[in-house]
Every structure is written in structure tokens, then in C-alpha cells.
């Protein structure tokens, strides 16, 4: 049965993704971000633990690098030698960059990591045994793993904390990783609402990550990429950013090297989902 | 020097070696209680480890592998050399293997076993380490084939399996002359099934030839492939200082190397230990030690390489990250690490050294401490200096716990390789009367035509 | 007709050389000297075979087949279980990738040929074995033995052959 299978299936089982290949059809879940626009305030990460039921770890874990905040801002300084470094901050809100061919997804060795349908790079909590090796191989360093059983540790939820958390998501036990899953509980839901009401899921705010919606100055866009019309399309278009090239060409236009669209690292060829919007500085500040 | 008499009677050889399963020196005792006590210690770790979760050890984000994969690494290069002496030598006739090649392959069968469990203890859960084995099930759920982690799994099932097979029927005859020589206890019993009726007959001795040489030649590629595959963890991801070409090359080299320097030190321990002083003398001593002089040389070429590569391939990450191994965190190991593995050999060029019992103990110690240092110097740094700058300049120390395991499976190596040998020969009887007998029948040529003086001593 | 067993030990090669040669050359009556000898020695020695005349090996041929056929039949089998496998990408790689699958492969094909090849082994050795009828431990020690299958009325002559090539030891039993 399963050689069967195999035979009748054979070139599907061959096609490699995303270069060359279609689109995610009807579905690419995909996001901007307008560092512009983003203050540094901390909001969509803060939503991302009340939506995702992550684990408050305590300042000592924090500090150990064991904090497990699945959307963290990173700042950064010029180090050029000015007089007050901290005014130069640079904020990065860094999540999973739903890689459309992650590194991580090979090298799991019980395929706890896998590509779907419509785009996202989804993690099994129940099948991952914790090699770690997934997030060895991120270059992002985006997964976090649970060092400690967080549901049995006094303060993670301190009493009546434990009445907020989300029935949607589950709360993973020790030694299994983790990391952002644009909301899959959400997606999901508004994919299954739309199907029963036969049509696709609308760009008016339907469906919006915590992140995107808690975020003040709406930095954060997300939807369907391979959606004409939603914002997420027109920004990527706008600046020019193919989801499948590893190498943005941007000379569609005039002046297409000016344009702010960019996807991190790349030249790794993981062709991330997420395209991040530069921030502009008329002076040194 | 004296080299194993050629003249020594057969019978001999069976007495000096049995006594080894009955009576060695009070320090055999000694070393079993000193291994069983550092297991004692890692069986602690690990219970705490299993029960409060792998924070213990002090790992975090970025920091997802330490000690642990070093170590790994560590006891399967190892595993390789007791398949350089038993598989390699043999089809090249080196017949000076033949009274040691059997603790080295019990060597390559019991490092196997302790890198076994690393894998295991390296796991988040390893309660569920059931899910990596392919095996059928209702729910059609199979392991990721495509996994360099599933490859080492696969890799070192096979090549365990393959050694302990090969280590077994090289030595049926031998349990048959147990069988013959104990008369009472479970003993008897052990060897009388294990020797399967062994009786040396012509069909027993023809068939097994073929079948010994077979599984040689299946061991050599399969070896190399084992740490090759070990290499492609690496060598398959994207991180820099990982994602190099030359790294299979490189880990072989390395495995055969610190296998070599074990190997000089067991061969010392045994020696004493076992009263193998008639057996394990000194001629293959110094033929051993040369042996793991050119390895370390091809090594250290190979380690060389790599630098270069890092270095001159205009790869600012991996760049980056060979400045942050000699000037950062890890300058003091890894400096070490090239001392210990490049340097300290250079002491094996002198001839005087090459049997002095002391300094080639200490020596083939610090050699495998190197070793050891350029495998935890693969995995660790990169960790911290790889591609995302958000998790640099964070520095980790593994925590005693790490350290309780990787100390601890030194203990439970030890253990295994010396219940092993007060219970099965260390040393091939069979094989070191061929020896002896194809020595003697090419001196007693050499002597018919009268070219013994011009030749000098002997065969080999 | 009742066979008889019979052992005999000597110091070394070239004597038990001597006796199979004769015992070959001689033709007696009730003893076949290709299937009814058996020489045991406490080493592997290639002379044996010369002296004792062409007895095949055929270990080999396990080798192969175990070898081939496990590395086909699991290349089969692990493409069969990856499409079987959610059949969901991993990485953009194709859902049946060749490099991993001729890696596992190359593993497996050495596992077979190895495992095959003990069986093989113990299917042409004859192992594990029952003891055969006579059996002295100076066999796994230092000396050679021929153990013979005879009737009853050639264990005469082969009894004096085996004195006339100064025999250390030799042991008689009836056969079934």
C-alpha cells in the first residue's frame, strides 16, 4: 500500500519549494514590518505571552538567556563612538520567520517541524523528543526550548494568573521546543469560518496575530500574500521583494535600490515570510 | 627489545591467557571501583537532569548544545581505531595486530555503546526516544529520513551491531578453548553457549576465513562512513564553523587519532594489569605509537585546513567566529586543544620515547585530552558567535551536572571494557599462535637458505 | 553396517598431511575419504584445504544477496515511508530526497551484508552445532586431529596408518 502510494504520487513526492515552484494557493500566510514605525515598546511581545500561554520565567532564567518570548524586540546601538550611544537604539521585533525552506524543518529528526500548506512552518509539540538540533540550525535563533517544566514551577502562573491562559493553546511540558506560530489557533479558526461560509478569509481584520494587534503605531501587517488585494501583497510588491528569490533583484522600477523592503539573511536561502521595512533617519541622532 | 618468542609453546600461550580471566593484579579491582563509583556519579546527574528537565544543565537560547554532543563525538572517534587495527591491519597482513586488535575492538564496541548514551541523555525527552526508530505503526507516523541525526542513528546501529558481531566471531574459537579449559560454573556455561560447538574443524576454519575477511572489508567503508555521517550534523547545517567541506575527512582523521592514543593507553593498563608483559611487547608498542605519530601529523594537515578555509575563504561569519576561538571565551581550550593534538606529538618522533612506558601514558592522555577539547570546540563556539548577532557576546559555562555525565561516562567505559576482559581473552590465543607459527615457519626458511644473517632478525 | 569413529591427534601440519594424503590415495573399502574426514586444528590454516582437496565456500554468496537486497529493498521502503510520512515538506526539499535515502542506503547495505553474512556463516559452518561423537580439548590447545567415519571393517587399516605416522593419541567409538 504504501509502495503504491508511492508510485502514484511520485512526482509530487519529487517537487521542491519554493524556487520555481507555485504559490501556496489559496492561502500564504505571510507579514511586514515597518521598523519605522515600531517604537520599541514591547506591546507585541507582551500580547504574544497572554495569547500563546508562554512562560513568565523569572528574572534569574531571563537573564540567563532561558526567557522563552516567542516575539522579543532587540536593540541595537552605532557603535561609532558618539556621545550618547543609547540614543541611537535601534529596535528589531524578531519572531519565527516562517521559512518557506526553513533550515530547521530537514534536520528534526522526528519530524516534529514540517512546511504547510498554506505557508507557515508548524511545530508538533507532542512528536518533538528534544534533540535541539532545529534550533541549532536556525539562523535566527528563534525557538526556545523548555529547560524547565514551566506548569509545575511556582510563579510561572501564580494562582488565578493560571485562569487566564489561553484554551486554545496548549502549555507544553519540559523538553519540548517551541517558538512562533503566527497565531496558528487563529488561523485556523478563521480559515475553518471561511470555508464553511465558502469563501476566503477577508484582509479587513478578520484574522490578526496578537502581535499585529496589539502593536500602537501598527508596525505589524499580516495576511494572505498570494491575496491581490490584502496589505501584506501590495507592501511586498511595493518594495519590490519576491517571496522565492534569494537574492532580491529590485529593478522593476526606477529607483528600486531605495526601496526599504528587505527579509533577513537571505543569502542563506531560507526565503523567510517576513519582510521588514528599514527604518529611515534623516540625521545622526 | 624483546618481541614474542616464536619458539613459545602453544599450550603456553592458552595458559598465560586464561589466567587473565582468573587472577590479575589487585589494581584490576581497583580501577573496576573507581569506574563504578564515576558511573555512580553520572546515574545521579542524570536522575536530576530526567526529573527537573535539561536547565539543569545550564543550557539556554542560544546555547542548545554542549558537553553532551561534544562528548558524543568524542566516544565514537574513538569507536574507530579498534576497526583500523582489527579490519584495516588485517587485510593488510600486519601481523603484529594480532595479540592486541581484540581489546580494540572490544574498545570500539564499548565507546559505541557509551556515545549510545549521549544521544539519549542529550534529549529533551528522552522518555519518547522511541519516536526517532523507524518502525511500523498504525498511524503511518515514520522518522525524518531526511535528519543528519537520523543518518548517525541509523550509522551507529549498524556499525554497533556490525562490531559486536565481528568482535564475537573473532573470538569463537578462542571461546572454545574456554570452554575446553573451565570445568565448572557459569562459566563454563557462558562459554560452552557461546562457542556454538566450535571444534576447528577444516568446514568451521574455511567458512569462518571468508566470513572474518568479509566482514572486514564491510567494516573499513562503514567506519568511515559512521564519523563521516557524525560529521554531517555539522557539515549539513548552515551555522559557520559548521557548514564545512573538509569536516568528514577531518573527523575520521580525528577519530583514528584519539582511537590510536587510547588505544596506547589501554595496551599500557592491560599490560600491567592482565601480566601481559610476554604478549603485548614492546615492538608493538612502537609500532603503535608510530601509527598514531602519522595520524596526528594528517590531523593536524586537516585541522590546518580548516582554519585556512575559515580564514582565507572570505566568509566574515566564519571569519569572525575563528578570531572569536583564539582571542575569545574559548581562547584558553582552544589554544589548549591545538597543544595538546599538534604539538605534544612531536615527542613521539624520538626514538627513546617511543617505548618509555610513563611518558607514553602521559602522552597518549593528553592526546586524547586534546581530542576531546577540539570536539567540544567544534560545538560549542559556534553557539556563540554564529550568524545572528542578538546572541553574542553571551557566554555559558556548563554546569556540574554536564560535567558529572561526560566524567562519568569515562567511569562507565571503563567498566564495560574491564568486566569484559576478566571475562573473554583480551588477547587472540588463536591468532597469536598463527603469528608465532607463520614467524617460526619464515625463520626456518630464512635459516634453510642460509640468509638468516644477512636479513637480520627475522620476519617483520 | 555400523560406522565407527575414530581420532587421531598429531604434533603438527605435516604430519596430518602425510595421513590424509595416504588416506586419500589408499581407496579403502567403507571409508570415503572426501566426506567421511574431518581434520580440526587450533589454527586457521589454508594448507588444510590444499591437502583435503576442493571443498567450496559459499559464505560469499549470502554476502551478496544480503547486501543487494537489504540496501533495494530499504531504498524502497524508506521512500515508501517518507511518501506515507504527512507526506508534508520539510525545508523545501523534495518529500522523497535522494541524498539522505542513498545515505541510509549505503548504511543499510552494509548492515545486510553483514548480518547476511553471519547467518551464511553459520548456515556453511554448520554452527551452532551438537559435539561431534570424539573431541579432545589438545585440539583448541596444540595438536591436530583427524576425526574419521569408517565402517567397522576399514577401522583396522586406518588405525595403522594413523600409528605408522606416529599418532600422539588416538580414540575410538561406536557410531550410531
Redesign the interface.
Known amino acids: 500500500m504504501?509502495?503504491s502510494?508511492?508510485f502514484e504520487?511520485?512526482s509530487?513526492?519529487?517537487?521542491?519549494?519554493?524556487?520555481g515552484d507555485v504559490p501556496h494557493n489559496p492561502y500564504k500566510w505571510a507579514m511586514a514590518i515597518d521598523l519605522d514605525a515600531c517604537s520599541g515598546c514591547n506591546a507585541c511581545s507582551v500580547a504574544c505571552y497572554a495569547e500563546n500561554n508562554l512562560p513568565v520565567v523569572g528574572k534569574e532564567?531571563f537573564a540567563?538567556?532561558?526567557?522563552m518570548h516567542w516575539m522579543?524586540i532587540?536593540r541595537?546601538w552605532d557603535q561609532d563612538g558618539r556621545e550618547f550611544p543609547d540614543r541611537g537604539a535601534r529596535y528589531l521585533p524578531?519572531l519565527c520567520q516562517q521559512c518557506?525552506?526553513?533550515?530547521?524543518?530537514?534536520?528534526?529528526?522526528?519530524?516534529a517541524?514540517?512546511?504547510?500548506p498554506d505557508g507557515l512552518n508548524s511545530q508538533i509539540y507532542n512528536?518533538?523528543?528534544?534533540?535541539?538540533?532545529c534550533?541549532?540550525?536556525c539562523?535566527?535563533?528563534v525557538?526556545?526550548?523548555?529547560?524547565?517544566?514551566y506548569p509545575t514551577t511556582d510563579n510561572v502562573w501564580p494562582a488565578e494568573m493560571n485562569m487566564q491562559l489561553n484554551p486554545d493553546v496548549t502549555v507544553r511540558s519540559?523538553?519540548?521546543?517551541e517558538k512562533c506560530t503566527f497565531c496558528i489557533q487563529r488561523i485556523r479558526g478563521a480559515e475553518i469560518d471561511a470555508k464553511t461560509q465558502g469563501r476566503l478569509v477577508r484582509d479587513d481584520g478578520e484574522l490578526q496575530t496578537a502581535c499585529q494587534q496589539a502593536c500602537p503605531t501598527s508596525a505589524i501587517s499580516f495576511g494572505n500574500l498570494v491575496d491581490p488585494e490584502s496589505k501584506v501583497h501590495k507592501q511586498w510588491r511595493a518594495q519590490q521583494v519576491d517571496l522565492d528569490k534569494h537574492e532580491q533583484v529590485k529593478d522593476e522600477e526606477e529607483g528600486g535600490t531605495d526601496l526599504r523592503g528587505y527579509r533577513i539573511?537571505e543569502f542563506?536561502a531560507p526565503?523567510p515570510s517576513i519582510m521588514y521595512l528599514e527604518r529611515v533617519r534623516e540625521s545622526e541622532i | 627489545m624483546k618481541d614474542i618468542r616464536e619458539d613459545i609453546a602453544w599450550a603456553q600461550i592458552n595458559k598465560d591467557v586464561l589466567k587473565s580471566l582468573e587472577n590479575p593484579r589487585k589494581l584490576y579491582w581497583v580501577i573496576l571501583f573507581i569506574a563504578i563509583a564515576m558511573v555512580g556519579v553520572a546515574v545521579g546527574c542524570e536522575v536530576y537532569q530526567y526529573n527537573v528537565g535539561l536547565g539543569v544543565g545550564n543550557f539556554d537560547n542560544p546555547h542548545m548544545w554542549g558537553l553532551y554532543i561534544a562528548t558524543f563525538i568524542f566516544w565514537i572517534g574513538m569507536s574507530h581505531s579498534g576497526t583500523l587495527l582489527s579490519a584495516i591491519l588485517h587485510l593488510m597482513h600486519a601481523d603484529w595486530r594480532k595479540p592486541i586488535y581484540r581489546f580494540a575492538e572490544a574498545m570500539t564496541t564499548f565507546s559505541l555503546m557509551t556515545a549510545g548514551l549521549f544521544v539519549a541523555v542529550h534529549l529533551g525527552r528522552i522518555w519518547q526516544i522511541y519516536f526517532a526508530l523507524p518502525y511500523p505503526n498504525m498511524r503511518q507516523v515514520w522518522p525524518n529520513f531526511q535528519s543528519p541525526l537520523l543518518w548517525d542513528a541509523m550509522a551507529i546501529f549498524t556499525y554497533l551491531s556490525s562490531s559486536i558481531l565481528f568482535l564475537y566471531i573473532g573470538m569463537i574459537p578462542d571461546l572454545a578453548i574456554c570452554r575446553d579449559n573451565m570445568h565448572s560454573g557459569w562459566r563454563r556455561k557462558l562459554y560452552t553457549a557461546l562457542a556454538l560447538g566450535w571444534e576447528g574443524t577444516d568446514r568451521q576454519w574455511r567458512n569462518f576465513r571468508m566470513t572474518y575477511l568479509t566482514i572486514a572489508c564491510f567494516l573499513i567503508p562503514l567506519a568511515v562512513s559512521v564519523h563521516s555521517i557524525v560529521a554531517s550534523d555539522f557539515g549539513m547545517s548552515q551555522q559557520p564553523g559548521w557548514h564545512i567541506t573538509s569536516f568528514p575527512p577531518y573527523f575520521v582523521a580525528g577519530a583514528l587519532y584519539s582511537g590510536c592514543a587510547a588505544i596506547i593507553t589501554l595496551f599500557i593498563i592491560l599490560r600491567y594489569v592482565f601480566k601481559f608483559e610476554e604478549y603485548m611487547t614492546m615492538p608493538i608498542l612502537k609500532k603503535i605509537v608510530r601509527l598514531t605519530f602519522a595520524i596526528s601529523m594528517v590531523w593536524t594537515y586537516l585541522v590546518w585546513v580548516e582554519y585556512a578555509t575559515a580564514w582565507f575563504g572570505h566568509n566574515p561569519h566564519d571569519q569572525h567566529l575563528l578570531l572569536e576561538k583564539a582571542t575569545g571565551t574559548y581562547a584558553p581550550f582552544w589554544w589548549m586543544m591545538n597543544f595538546c593534538a599538534s604539538v605534544v606529538p612531536l615527542i613521539l618522533v624520538f626514538k627513546r620515547f617511543q617505548t618509555n612506558i610513563p611518558v607514553l601514558f602521559a602522552v597518549s592522555l593528553l592526546l586524547n585530552l586534546g581530542m576531546w577539547l577540539e570536539r567540544w570546540m567544534i560545538v560549542a563556539p559556534t553557539f556563540a558567535d554564529g550568524y545572528y548577532p542578538w546572541t553574542w557576546d553571551h557566554n555559558q559555562w556548563p554546569s556540574l551536572v554536564q560535567w558529572g555525565i561526560v566524567f562519568g561516562s569515562f567511569g562507565w567505559f571503563t567498566m564495560l571494557f574491564m568486566i569484559f576482559c576478566k571475562i573473554f581473552p583480551s588477547v587472540s590465543m588463536y591468532e597469536v599462535k598463527e603469528m608465532v607459527y607463520h614467524r617460526s615457519l619464515a625463520t626456518k626458511k630464512l635459516q634453510a637458505t642460509g640468509e638468516l644473517a644477512a636479513a637480520g632478525k627475522g620476519a617483520h | 553396517m555400523s560406522k565407527r569413529h575414530l581420532l587421531a591427534l598429531f604434533t603438527d601440519f605435516d604430519a596430518a598431511e602425510k595421513v590424509v594424503t595416504e588416506l586419500r590415495n589408499l581407496g579403502i573399502k567403507g571409508f570415503n575419504a572426501e566426506k567421511d574426514m574431518i581434520v580440526k586444528s587450533p589454527i586457521e590454516h589454508p594448507e588444510v584445504e590444499e591437502f583435503l582437496g576442493d571443498r567450496p565456500v559459499r559464505v560469499q554468496w549470502f554476502t551478496l544477496f544480503g547486501a543487494v537486497g537489504m540496501g533495494a529493498l530499504m531504498f524502497l521502503l524508506i521512500s515508501a515511508s517518507q511518501g506515507n510520512f504527512f507526506a508534508q515538506m520539510k525545508g523545501g526539499k523534495p518529500i522523497v530526497p535522494f541524498p539522505p535515502n542513498f545515505v541510509l542506503t549505503y548504511e543499510l547495505f552494509i548492515l545486510g551484508g553483514v548480518y547476511i553474512t553471519v547467518l551464511g556463516f553459520l548456515i556453511c559452518a554448520g554452527l551452532p552445532a551438537r559435539r561431534s561423537p570424539l573431541y579432545s580439548a589438545k585440539v583448541s590447545e596444540d595438536q591436530i586431529g583427524i576425526l574419521v567415519q569408517a565402517d567397522e571393517s576399514a577401522s583396522g587399516t586406518l588405525k595403522s596408518i594413523f600409528t605408522k605416522h606416529r599418532a600422539l593419541e588416538i580414540q575410538e567409538e561406536a557410531g550410531k
Open positions: 504504501s509502495i502510494t508511492l504520487n511520485y509530487e513526492f519529487r517537487h521542491r519549494h519554493p524556487d532564567k540567563h538567556g532561558q526567557a522579543r532587540e541595537y524578531m518557506e525552506a526553513a533550515p530547521c524543518e530537514t534536520v528534526c529528526p522526528v519530524g517541524t514540517n512546511h504547510t512528536r518533538c523528543i528534544g534533540s535541539r538540533y534550533s541549532s540550525n539562523p535566527y535563533k525557538r526556545y526550548f523548555n529547560w524547565y517544566d519540559k523538553g519540548v521546543m539573511y542563506l526565503y
